[in-house]
């Protein structure tokens, strides 16, 4: 059984996934797009080649970041690295761009720590949550917010459980919710009552093994833009839909897998984050608008790393369509994409606060930055 899909966030809660549409319609129509990328405006303000590691292997959730890697773009599988002219849409900006993946490639360390450990790293994805309880150790600033809504839900059979629409609705029936250990969700939801400490079962190995054997009757986490197509068209012992709902809706408004630097590079890195911030903002905009290239190119990269994490141009269709179907991608409560609304912020650090895991008395301001974020750009 192959691992296709072990990624570990709009108002379809509880809802049996089905399949986005093709990808010309799936992505949003109207877009205010900022003016044309000048040749060569990185060189000799970003560093080169500028480095971010991410938290996963390459999937289309990264869509924006691998957009903005030319055609002649390098995978060097020893390094887990993928390193190529930074472009965007079709225009050389004057560095090299090298994207590294997280997840068994660095031992499944949190990217901040490989950003304070490896001076060669720029930028590292960062998650609200983590970025609060790190904050002491590894703080991380964030600056550009690629997706709006966090992809992580929890799944479940929807024949065995067909009137379950949340995570409330799950409480009430006493389902074993199995996660990877160490979710900080699980110990807010449980501090907030949504879930019972009882029906966590922290023991997921990644792989489909247990909620297949188990014919559905437990729930499992994943991601909205993965899971469910690998479950129905990978999958072939279990061959059908799930239902889901994201962790974003039942009180958990997170934002994941954001672009952040470590603060203390804040005024060295300010002359290229004014420049690079827009540049990733509008690549959010150019990869939805027709994620057909760099789709092609992950499900390459992939290929080529052959590391046994297999992910196939389905997969990469699907999870372009699931994140416009389900606001994963998105503006704001305004018309700019990429921006972080602190009041979420706020949000997470009290309810991290209250679930007992964090006495500190951070900020927002701490944690985010929207300084360089142009809003002009939206979707």
């Known amino acids: 059984m192959s691992l296709v899909a072990a990624c570990g966030s709009d108002d379809d809660t509880g809802d049996t996934a089905e399949e986005p549409a093709a990808e010309e319609e799936s992505t949003t129509e109207e877009t205010t797009a900022a003016p044309a990328a000048e040749a060569g405006v990185l060189t000799d303000i970003c560093p080169d080649p500028l480095v971010i590691q991410t938290d996963w292997h390459t ?27 930074m472009t965007l849409d079709g225009v050389d900006l004057g560095i090299d761009f090298e994207i590294r993946e997280g997840g068994p490639a660095i031992g499944f360390s949190s990217p901040s720590s490989i950003i304070y450990s490896d001076d060669s790293v720029h930028l590292a994805y960062a998650n609200t949550d983590a970025q ?68 966590i079962d922290p023991s997921y190995d990644a792989t489909p093994a247990r909620f297949i054997a ?32 994201l962790l974003n809706d039942n009180g958990f408004p997170i934002y994941s897998q954001t ?12 002359a290229c984050l004014t420049e690079i911030v827009p540049i990733f ?29 297999v992910y196939t141009a389905g997969n990469a269709e699907f999870a372009a369509g699931a994140m416009a179907q389900y606001g994963l991608v998105g503006n704001g409560p305004d018309d700019i994409v990429g921006n972080m609304d602190t009041d979420r912020i706020q949000e997470m650090i009290d309810a991290v606060a209250d679930a007992g895991l964090s006495e500190t008395s951070l900020t927002p301001a701490d944690l985010v930055t929207n300084e360089y974020i142009d809003t002009s750009i939206g979707l």
């Open 59 to 85: 999937e289309s959730e990264h869509g924006a970041l691998y957009n903005l890697l030319g055609d002649d773009y390098t995978v060097e599988k020893d390094r887990g690295a993928t390193v190529g002219p």
């Open 132 to 199: 609060i309880l790190t904050y002491e150790d590894t703080p991380m600033l964030s600056v550009v917010a690629p997706l709006e809504k966090n992809p992580q839900m929890i799944m479940w059979d929807p024949a065995t459980y067909p009137d379950a629409e949340d995570l409330e609705d799950l409480r009430d029936l006493g389902v074993t919710i199995n996660i990877f250990a160490g979710q900080t969700y699980a110990d807010v939801f449980v501090a907030q009552g949504v879930l019972t400490e009882d029906q």
């Open 214 to 245: 188990e014919q559905g009757a437990i729930a499992q986490q994943g991601f909205a833009s993965s899971e469910p197509y690998a479950y129905k068209n990978t999958y072939e012992e279990w061959g059908k839909d799930v239902a889901f709902t």
């Open 259 to 270: 672009i952040a630097i470590k603060p203390s590079m804040k005024d060295e890195m300010d």
């Open 281 to 309: 903002q509008q690549s959010v905009v150019s990869y939805h608008g027709d994620p057909a290239r760099t789709n092609a190119m992950i499900v390459d990269i992939n290929v080529q790393y052959d590391d046994g994490w």
